[in-house]
């Protein structure tokens, strides 16, 4: 918008001027020295011809004059005295104007706050606005209006808007609590509810803006973060950057108060004591006094330190000295050097970060143990032989020369390397370094050593006083411990200084020769020649410049100033004793009053389904009394020891629950043709094709037509809540009707590609136990709502395995998990294949859980590809770019993508595309233009793919859905797809 508004700014006014019927008049000579200003006045002409734009009739004119105005913001020009003429747009139904005044009462409505009061209601209006944009940006505008009076409004709007459908709504509800708050602090409590409301959210979008306004409003209320840690945790790497850096700030206070430090001289992170976390036999010695239990490090800690780890490839720098920041006050100190590649990878920026990261990596992060074996020595010599930025690389050199003195027997690799660099380097002090090593060290390199002598001199008259300095000293040592090669290298080197410019370099030329080169006249000190040039010098006292101030927290202003800032966030202490872990389990809640049937009565009376499809919500609920899901069975039999349900599920054989599901499989095949017929029905074929069908039983309830049942949910029994729906929604939905025009999008059968195979469980790990998992790609027949995943077990070992099942589960919040039917036995070198069914919330966060056996349980994690989480959709062509039609804006993403001429033909296409992703195919009129569509497993939210074929092998993708995360990864997958030869 930026771009296109300049080049607005930079037109002539001649066809403006003509749109609006007027003419330039040359100044006569009547007008004065007034009037040829007022010719000349560039910025008068455009902001009296933008008045008269604003105030036209037509929208065009209109549009084009906030254009520019935005243009004229964005180049920092001042543009208020436009205020009134644009806010008398603010109401205007062109949805392309309303925006761009938005934009400019945003940036305005805190200078001219009486005017904007005026339009306080058009605000209140735009709340309400279908177009999630206008809504968002009336509650931005709205939250800024500096003016207490109308805080009860601001209040209302944020609480409404934290509602919203839309996350992009919700998170800007998030930034106007922290508004309100600075303008009004007594709505503190208030405010802290939404918070609290808005930390349970599940979009990415929300979830940076909220630990935000937490941070600035309530950072003492820990407890509102216990039940949204695993969440934050898992979805921290799908978030925004900047919202990542603020929530990883807050992560490392709060886990600051709830874990003991791992720091303590008895902490054991081996890996034995994983074992120990489940065995409580060994808690006792053999004189049966109880043992010193050692550190054992608590999952929740350890999934913070894992799910940040990755962060640390970010491409901002704010979030990777976040990482870092994070991993010196949390992990244990054997864990933190694995920042250092990432700090001075930092370095290769042109942005000027204001810390000291050589100091900080080699003395504060590596500890003495790193320096004495040298392995950020090595690290870093990895990192200047990549194409890293001098500056960098010159930093380095002199950081490893001070690490070299701790042990230098050990590394003449890295000296011979750094000797190779010299001919690239030349930033004095590091070039330094480097003839310094090679003349300490030159016994370890007595090849080298003379050959750098020959070169270096060359270049004598041309080098920096401090290089010129150390040519000498190298020269000296070479002299006395190979004269051979050197002696007359050093001679002429000494004969070049001797009319050197600068005294420090001529004295230091006449005490060395009479030193190498001794005469009559030396004197009794040139016997202690090597004594004074070959002693051994002691290694340099490594302390980082941030040494005291570990009172505050690293990266932090308060920190690099070395004093309190305002706003700053003590660090706190470790708990000598963790706190309670229970405070971040979350509980699953069960639905109130669930309408449902059970499986047996289901299956009994399939063919009567036709007929009682649709029946009475009171019939349903007096039918429904007493019974219980199949889900709920399975937790009754685990929690209560229902002898029962156990033992009748124990007696089945295996052939009995595979012929169950597929009996199970059909009954929902059939089920899904019923409920699609009955949606379609037009009034006059209902008469004739179904009489069994209530008719009344759908009129009565015309809204719940939408919220029809899935039966695809089978092993837990179908359920059929009434039509529940909140008095907003309901308006809402208000004129919706069934009819024939509206867009006709179905699940299809997806296209069939061979399964690609994943390991859940290496034979090696699971003790004989392998185990691997695909996607088949058809709806789970547990629950439409999951991911259908078949699990491959093999039986690698000599005996028999029993007992496999799926134990314990550690999973996000919103996750869900229907295991699979326990195994009871699996003779060697024989396989099974179990169905299970994973909910994943539409996100590519994994669901780790236990494989357990009849004597052990192995820790296996399903990583979803973004592929996976879709079901193919059937539809027309105009329907499609009906829905993607819908699906502009925040909605889409697009890319350009090379390929070669092979990879562009509509068959290559094709089966790239639906291999990566489940998707269906959308026949097109156009050869070069290709349409894929999908919708989401959880919420069934479209995907629609478009894929342009253009000249040169060059392609445009886009995608359209509500779900951005889910658009993004899937763009970025699909280019590299298309983009492979």
């Not at 009336?138 to 839309?166: F, G, N, Q």
């Not at 070299?404 to 010299?422: C, D, F, V």
């Not at 410019?501 to 016997?527: C, H």
Request: proline share 4%; aromatic share 6%; hydrophobic share 35%.
């Amino acid at each position: 918008m930026a771009t296109n508004s300049m080049s607005y700014n930079d037109q002539t006014l001649g066809s403006e001027s003509t749109e609006l019927g007027q003419e330039a008049t040359a100044v006569t000579s009547g007008g004065g020295a007034a009037a040829g200003f007022r010719l000349f006045s560039v910025d008068y002409k455009k902001n009296e011809d933008l008045h008269q734009m604003l105030e036209s009739n037509k929208d065009s004119l209109k549009l084009e004059a906030m254009k520019r105005i935005v243009g004229m913001i964005a180049k920092g020009k001042n543009a208020s005295e436009l205020f009134p003429a644009v806010v008398k747009n603010v109401a205007s139904k062109n949805i392309e104007l309303k925006k761009l005044v938005y934009v400019y009462l945003v940036r305005y409505a805190e200078e001219q706050q009486d005017l904007a009061l005026l339009s306080i209601s058009t605000f209140q209006r735009a709340l309400k606005d279908p177009n999630q944009l206008i809504r968002a940006s009336a509650l931005r505008v709205l939250s800024s209006i500096r003016v207490s009076i109308i805080v009860p409004i601001m209040m209302l709007s944020i609480k409404e808007a934290a509602s919203d459908l839309s996350p992009y709504v919700r998170k800007t509800a998030a930034h106007a609590i922290q508004k309100l708050y600075s303008l009004d602090a007594e709505q503190k409590e208030p405010l802290i509810e939404i918070i609290e409301k808005l930390l349970k959210d599940k979009s990415t979008l929300v979830a940076g803006s909220v630990v935000m306004s937490f941070e600035e409003v309530c950072p003492e209320r820990i407890d509102l973060i216990h039940k949204n840690y695993r969440k934050l945790c898992n979805l921290l790497v799908d978030v925004e950057e900047w919202g990542q850096v603020v929530i990883i700030n807050m992560l490392t206070r709060y886990a600051r108060t709830q874990f003991v430090s791992p720091w303590k001289e008895e902490a054991m992170l081996d890996e034995k004591n994983v074992e120990a976390f489940y065995d409580s036999d060994e808690d006792q010695n053999k004189n049966g006094v109880a043992a010193k239990k050692p550190y054992i490090m608590d999952p929740d800690h350890r999934l913070l330190l894992r799910n940040t780890r990755p962060l640390l490839q970010s491409r901002n720098a704010a979030v990777v000295m976040g990482v870092a920041q994070l991993y010196w006050h949390l992990a244990p100190k054997s864990e933190v050097n694995i920042v250092a590649k990432s700090l001075v990878r930092l370095l290769r920026s042109h942005r000027k970060l204001n810390v000291l990261l050589p100091s900080l990596l080699m003395t504060k992060i590596g500890g003495k143990a790193s320096c004495k074996d040298g392995s950020i020595g090595r690290q870093v010599n990895e990192v200047t032989s990549k194409n890293l930025t001098e500056n960098v690389v010159a930093e380095s050199v002199v950081v490893i020369k001070k690490l070299l003195q701790t042990q230098p027997s050990q590394h003449s690799e890295i000296i011979k390397h750094m000797a190779k660099l010299l001919g690239n380097i030349t930033v004095p002090m590091a070039r330094a370094s480097i003839l310094w090593l090679i003349g300490e060290y030159c016994e370890r390199v007595p090849k080298i050593a003379p050959d750098v002598l020959r070169k270096v001199a060359k270049s004598f008259t041309t080098e920096e006083e401090i290089v010129k300095l150390q040519i000498l000293n190298l020269g000296a040592k070479l002299c006395l411990t190979n004269p051979k090669q050197t002696k007359l290298l050093m001679q002429y080197i000494l004969n070049v200084a001797k009319y050197d410019q600068n005294y420090d370099i001529r004295d230091r030329t006449r005490f060395i020769k009479q030193l190498i080169v001794p005469n009559e006249k030396s004197g009794a000190l040139s016997k202690y020649a090597k004594k004074i040039f070959l002693v051994q010098k002691p290694a340099p006292v490594l302390e980082s410049p941030f040494k005291d101030r570990d009172r505050f927290q690293l990266s932090t202003l308060s920190h690099t100033l070395n004093t309190k800032a305002n706003g700053y966030l003590e660090l706190p202490e470790w708990p000598e004793t963790a706190p309670d872990p229970s405070v971040r389990n979350v509980e699953v809640i069960q639905p109130i009053k669930e309408l449902v049937t059970p499986l047996g009565k289901l299956k009994g009376k399939k063919d009567n389904l036709g007929g009682k499809f649709y029946s009475d919500s009171e019939e349903q609920e007096d039918s429904s009394q007493g019974c219980k899901s199949s889900s709920e069975s399975e937790s009754d039999s685990k929690n209560e020891d229902s002898s029962s349900s156990s033992s009748e599920e124990s007696s089945d054989s295996e052939s009995d629950k595979e012929k169950r599901n597929e009996e199970s499989f059909h009954l929902t095949f059939e089920c899904k043709l019923l409920n699609h017929k009955a949606v379609n029905f037009d009034a006059e074929d209902e008469k004739e094709e179904n009489k069994e069908v209530s008719v009344k039983a759908a009129a009565k309830q015309e809204v719940s037509l939408l919220d029809l049942v899935d039966f695809s949910d089978v092993s837990t029994p179908v359920a059929v809540p009434k039509p529940v729906m909140a008095s907003r929604l309901a308006a809402d939905l208000e004129g919706l009707s069934l009819s024939s025009t509206a867009a006709v999008i179905d699940v299809a059968t997806p296209v069939f590609v061979p399964p690609k195979s994943y390991t859940l469980l290496h034979r090696m790990s699971g003790k004989g136990l392998g185990a691997e998992y695909h996607f088949p790609r058809q709806p789970c027949i547990y629950n439409s709502k999951m991911v259908s995943v078949q699990i491959i077990l093999t039986n690698n070992s000599d005996k028999e395995i029993r007992n496999i099942r799926i134990g314990e589960q550690k999973l996000a919040s919103g996750m869900r998990i229907h295991d699979f039917y326990e195994i009871e036995c699996l003779h060697p070198g024989t396989s099974k294949t179990a169905s299970m069914g994973i909910d994943f919330c539409d996100s590519t966060q994994a669901a780790n859980f236990l494989l357990c056996t009849c004597n052990d349980h192995f820790n296996v994690t399903v990583q979803p590809p973004v592929g996976e989480l879709l079901l193919p959709v059937a539809t027309s062509e105009k329907d499609f770019k009906k829905e993607q039609g819908k699906l502009t804006g925040m909605n889409e993403n697009s890319t350009a993508i090379t390929g070669s001429p092979q990879n562009s033909s509509s068959q290559a296409i094709v089966h790239k595309v639906v291999n990566m992703a489940n998707v269906g195919v959308v026949p097109s009129g156009q050869d070069n233009i290709h349409r894929f569509a999908a919708k989401t497993v959880n919420s069934g939210s479209l995907v629609l793919i478009t894929i342009e074929v253009k000249e040169g092998s060059t392609m445009q993708l886009r995608i359209n859905t509500e779900k951005s995360v889910i658009g993004s990864v899937l763009l970025r997958e699909l280019k590299s797809v298309l983009s492979q030869d």
